[in-house]
Nanobody, 118 residues
């Protein structure tokens, strides 16, 4: 049973930075994609960034140039470096891992709160 545990959320001032981490436990089959989503109050959950087990990364337009996703396959961990944060990016950030190709799994973490406020 794969479990995901996020860490690194917190309160940051506008323009500040945070680094989120998500550690997976259990057996993970490749190929897969690990991603970060966020959900603000009253809004739908949206994809922020994702990265495949082969290292291909993609970003939401709104975070390009400010956020960087990376992963350490050996340690089954994915990171999200967030710079120049904006108040409207206050949300619960969720980690996700999905199987690709013939792998069929879709697992979520419990989320970590990010609050951008002065």
């Amino acid at each position: 049973q794969v479990q995901l545990v996020e860490s690194g959320g917190g309160l940051v001032q506008p323009g500040g930075s945070l680094r989120l981490s998500c550690a997976a436990s259990g057996s993970i089959f490749r190929p897969n994609a690990m991603g970060w989503y966020r959900q603000a109050p009253g809004k739908q959950r949206e994809l922020v960034a994702s990265i495949t087990s082969s290292g291909d990364a993609g970003y939401a337009e709104s975070v390009k140039g400010r956020f960087t996703i990376s992963r350490d396959n050996a340690n089954k961990t994915v990171y999200l470096q967030m710079n120049s944060l904006k108040p409207e990016e206050t949300a619960v950030y969720y980690c996700n891992i999905k199987g690709l190709g013939h792998n069929n799994f879709d697992i979520w973490g419990h989320g970590t709160q990010v609050t951008v406020s002065s």
